[in-house]
């Protein structure tokens, strides 16, 4: 199912992009001094589920032109650039439980890691390869647990077996998660 949502943003990204971008004007005649041009874009379509509900924002930055000049040749080249970020933040609060679960660009897992690290308990943590995880044991069973790998986050909690104030904590932390993923 995260596949098709995923599928189906990138799809409505890609549309929504194609309707704003203007035809390109016809490229003028080239000056006496060449120059280089360089064009750079990106887009960031972000996705929330909170209790159900799915909250989609799409930003896309205004292509900026770069020029060097160049005395070696007398041609004008140009090169296209273009960089795209997917990132899905899915909360859940019921009575019993809290979850949450992320998706985002690989070059965020050391961002999340940091969060999880400074606010999680170290005795609870362990790593494996690229593979992190924090998991507290209450009676035989998980009170919280926490796993990271490359570009994934999964983070359930067991409210019956923490405190109101250790759970206000867990919604607090997924709230910081969610904001780093958002503002990059």
Known sequence: MRLIITIAFMACSY????QKTPPTPPTPPTPPTPATSVKV???TTSVVTINGKTYVSSSSSTPVKAEAKSSSKKSKSSSSSSSSSSTSVSVNNSDFTYSIRASFDDYKTEKIRKILMDNLEKDHFSSKGDTYTWKKLE???AAYSYVLS???LKGTVNKELNSNNAVDKFII???K???A???D
């Open 139 to 141: 009676d035989g069973e």
């Open 15 to 18: 549309l929504a992009n194609a």
């Open 173 to 175: 932390l997924g709230e």
């Open 181 to 183: 993923l958002s503002n």
């Open 177 to 179: 998660i969610s904001e």
């Open 150 to 152: 490359e570009g994934r």
């Open 41 to 43: 874009s990106a887009n």
